[in-house]
């Protein structure tokens, strides 16, 4: 079975993270996300992807490749203009072999058991098969309410308070068989959620729900895409660290220099070649990139540090995201879910809170900044 991955979105939410940078390809634990995302899919056997991009869809092409460096086939697919969920895989539809196939939301970070999913779609001999995930606060939601037999009702968009009748999810992974895409207009804008599953319904079709309790998070927002790694972390959801353990919960690249009088309790990620220098003080729930320096005297927490980043001495970062080769001086704050753009340099003592967000590129001159 192929899968599709739609991956064309420009990611606005998270800006500044995403203005150089595709959203699938911004870092989980230090390797990009569709990385993970793609070696989740070949550990089901799924090794046939086709990738849909829009938003500088060169960046994957530079890092994938063909896929052969990590044992699978990618087929690259770029929309001139976004097509939305289900016009992107028409766009693809001549790559599907006239089989059913998957598709998913390249931001989702889940655990959803897909060799399960692939074989309740065959039981039920279903036309389309949606993964659904249970939420406390299904408000802000589409809900999709199903019967005894799993089978799909309605379709509900972002429903008011007294049309709920669920806490079911769409959880934007799905089996489709190929003659549904012959409702799909080609060349236009259409959606899954809005377009082709309320129709498929209507026409009679078979769509059922399946039902699933793994672990699920759309990475969506910068909070979310911080709490998918305090959750990896903490060892809410089954991950491969990619580096060594040196001491418990605390993973290090190769070349990183460090003592243990750097690190805290765990959980810790350092990457390769990043160096701690003495005095210096990683806290918990902390993922630090590749080619870093943290100087003396700092000490980062609860934060994501992209790779080539620099850290003064006597800094505070807490909380916070830095994005790739930031520059920062001498007694800097940086707390409350800031984040901070590619290739920014902030000198010396700023403080930057209450969720502060510094363009890509940007210079913060010394004692600028007090928010």
């Known amino acids: 079975m192929k899968a599709v991955i739609l991956a064309g979105g420009k990611g606005t939410r998270m800006r500044p993270l995403t203005y150089l940078n595709p959203k699938p390809m911004l870092p989980l634990i230090n390797k990009p996300f569709m990385e993970n995302f793609i070696l989740w899919l070949k550990g089901y056997g799924l090794k046939e992807i086709i990738l849909s991009t829009c938003f500088l869809p060169d960046v994957f092409k530079d890092y994938f490749g063909d896929g052969g ?12 203009e976004p097509l939305g ?8 539809e001549k790559y599907l072999d006239n089989k059913a196939f998957m598709v998913f939301n390249g931001d989702i970070l889940t655990s959803l058991n897909l060799k ?49 009748n669920t806490n079911l999810i769409n959880a934007g992974t799905y089996i489709i068989e190929p003659h549904l895409l012959g409702h799909v207009p080609p060349n236009e804008n259409y959606s899954f959620e809005r377009g082709l599953f309320p129709k498929a ?23 979310k895409y911080l709490t998918a790694h305090i959750d990896i972390l903490d060892r809410k959801i089954n991950f491969k660290f990619p580096y060594k353990k ?25 990457g390769e070649k990043t160096v701690l220098e ?11 990139g590749n080619n870093c320096i943290i100087s003396g005297g700092s000490s980062i927490s609860e934060s994501i540090i992209f790779d080539g980043c620099h850290i003064g ?21 940086i707390e409350d879910m800031s984040i901070i753009g590619d290739n920014t340099t902030i000198e010396h003592n700023n403080i930057l809170k209450n969720g502060i967000k510094i363009n890509v590129d940007s210079l913060i001159a010394e004692e600028q900044i007090t928010f």
Do not use: Q
Not at 124 to 136: F, G, M, W, Y
């Open 69 to 80: 460096k990590i044992d699978v086939k990618l087929t690259y697919i770029t929309e001139a």
């Open 116 to 164: 399960n999913m692939i074989a309740f779609h065959k039981a039920k001999k279903a036309d389309i098969s949606i993964a659904l995930t249970p939420v406390e606060d299904p408000t802000a939601y589409g809900l999709v309410p199903i019967d005894k037999d799993s089978k799909v009702k309605e379709f509900l968009e972002k429903p008011s308070f007294d049309e709920i």
């Open 85 to 92: 969920t289900c016009g992107a895989v028409k766009n693809v």
């Open 278 to 288: 003495k005095d210096s003080r990683i806290l918990p729930l902390t993922v630090i």
């Open 246 to 270: 040196v001491l418990p919960n605390i993973y290090v690249g190769e070349g990183a220099k460090f003592s243990k009088e750097n690190l805290a309790m765990g959980p810790i990620v350092i």
């Open 201 to 223: 319904l209507k026409l009679g079709y078979k769509i059922y729900g399946f039902v699933s309790n793994a672990y699920w998070l759309d990475v969506g927002t910068p909070e």
């Open 313 to 333: 001495k006597n800094c505070i970062i807490r909380n916070s995201i830095l994005s790739k080769n930031v520059k920062v001086g001498d007694n800097v704050k």
